[in-house]
T-cell receptor
């Protein structure tokens, strides 16, 4: 079945850039997402990219997709302490009605 | 819109007890899902529904039942709680197949002793 993998932890200093990486196995993935989960809360969609794109920029967030290597990354520029959270990569094929496969999440810690 | 709501926020059960976790959405979304979140295991899909009257199993369905009698509600039933079901449960909904986003509820933290 589909699998999504991420590294579990990342620590950066405030003001640096953060890069969170994700790999997936389903070559039919149509949508790739990044969700953010703050402590004690549910997941919120940060950004997404369609599989026919290779880059998407949204303010401080840049998503890069290498479809050949099935590799997705999320870059957060000028990381702030408020960015500390768990970040989940997720993928969904066009036929997977409402279902997404999630990675285990990367815990980002931003040190002042 | 309230979005996706879940009740209760916290629950403690004894082994063997049954209970229902409630989930409701007011966005007229067709698709609803239940996930459990465990440390180091990310989100795992328990059951999902593509519309009223239709449900299907996800990755870890054993020990759970669901029903979808209305578009708005998607309750998750634990038939006989076990300590292995101690987890945080999230309900999510999305508008349609291929949509860009799932909307998540705030979660229910369940402890089974």
């Amino acid at each position: 079945g589909e699998d999504v993998e991420q590294s579990l932890f990342l620590s950066v200093r405030e003001g640096d850039s953060s890069v969170i990486n994700c790999t997936y196995t389903d070559s039919s993935s149509t949508y790739l997402y990044w969700y953010k989960q703050e402590p004690g809360a549910g997941l919120q969609l940060l950004t997404y990219i369609f599989s026919n794109m290779d880059m998407k920029q949204d303010q401080r967030l840049t998503v890069l997709l290498n479809k050949k290597d099935k590799h997705l990354s999320l870059r957060i520029a000028d990381t702030q302490t408020g960015d500390s959270a768990i970040y989940f990569c997720a993928e969904k094929g066009d036929t997977n009605a409402g279902k997404s496969t999630f990675g285990d999440g990367t815990t980002l810690t931003v040190k002042p | 819109n309230a979005g996706v709501t879940q009740t209760p926020k916290f629950q403690v059960l004894k082994t063997g007890q049954s209970m229902t976790l409630q989930c409701a959405q007011d966005m007229n979304h067709e698709y609803m899902s239940w996930y459990r979140q465990d440390p180091g295991m990310g989100l795992r899909l328990i059951h999902y529904s593509v519309g009223a009257g239709i449900t299907d199993q996800g990755e870890v369905p054993n020990g759970y039942n669901v029903s979808r009698s209305t578009t708005e509600d998607f309750p998750l039933r634990l038939l006989s709680a076990a300590p292995s079901q101690t987890s945080v449960y999230f309900c999510a909904s999305s508008k349609e197949k291929g949509t860009t986003e799932q909307y998540f509820g705030p979660g229910t933290r369940l402890t089974v002793t």
